[in-house]
């Protein structure tokens, strides 16, 4: 089955505790994507990646870092956690960019 | 001028009824442009895209209007299954930045 796929899910960590979410899709997509969403604010994506060892900024990459060593996975991480980080974040990939995009099921992330 | 904007809604209409949803866009160059569904805490999945021809999925029409930059969604017969949040989505030129999303409209369909 074609599918992104993130961990953890459910995520309660406290400010400064570096932590990685990680996501993989199956469908041997070179676009990957991170974005965040926000009550009233909407999908802002983070950060993005063409293709292995090509990733860029989006338009909230503050505070977070992603690397891309495989085609297949996405890691996103946080160094130092803080609170307005907390948020439900989705990984999504697609063939390339203005294509349809596959969403991974999302990771509700809360720093006190 | 936001990139791309939503009625949030919410839309509140009984089962049967039909509904129409509309967002505008800023860029005049995008060239991609979809309709996403998003339920209450799941992740977005796509509806629809957007053809300037128009385009019919069932009781789902979407519609473009490029010159006035303006795309529609039109629900016919509308179930409680229906009920989400619609999310306007139009592809940005800016390098590597794929998609752009509206915050979306909320659909509440009730029996």
């Not at chain 2, 992740?43 to 209007?65: C, H, I, W």
């Not at chain 2, 969604?73 to 989505?89: G, N």
Request: overall charge positive.
């Amino acid at each position: 089955e074609a599918q992104v796929t993130q961990n953890p899910r459910y995520l309660i960590t406290v400010t400064g505790k570096k932590l990685t979410v990680t996501c993989s899709q199956n469908m041997n997509h070179e676009y990957m994507s991170w974005y965040r969403q926000d009550p009233g604010l909407g999908l802002r994506q983070i950060y993005y990646s063409m293709n292995v060892e090509v990733t860029d900024k989006g338009d909230v990459p503050e505070g977070y870092k992603v690397s891309r060593k495989e085609k297949r996975n996405f890691p996103l991480i946080l160094e130092s956690p803080s609170p307005n980080q907390t948020s439900l974040y989705f990984c999504a990939s697609t063939l390339r960019p203005g294509y349809e995009q596959y969403f991974g099921p999302g990771t509700r992330l809360t720093v006190t | 001028r936001k990139e791309v904007e939503q009625d949030p809604g919410p839309f509140n209409v009984p089962e049967g009824a039909t509904v129409a949803f509309n967002c505008t866009y800023s860029n005049s160059a995008s060239q991609s442009f979809f309709w996403y569904r998003q339920d209450c805490r799941k992740e977005p999945k796509l509806l629809m895209s957007v053809y300037s021809s128009g385009n019919e999925d069932g009781r789902f029409t979407a519609q473009l209007n490029r010159a006035s930059q303006y795309i529609s969604l039109l629900i016919r017969d509308s179930k409680l299954s229906d009920s989400a949040t619609y999310l306007c989505v139009v592809n940005s030129l800016a390098a590597g930045t794929a998609l752009i999303f509206g915050k979306g409209t909320t659909l509440s369909v009730s029996s």
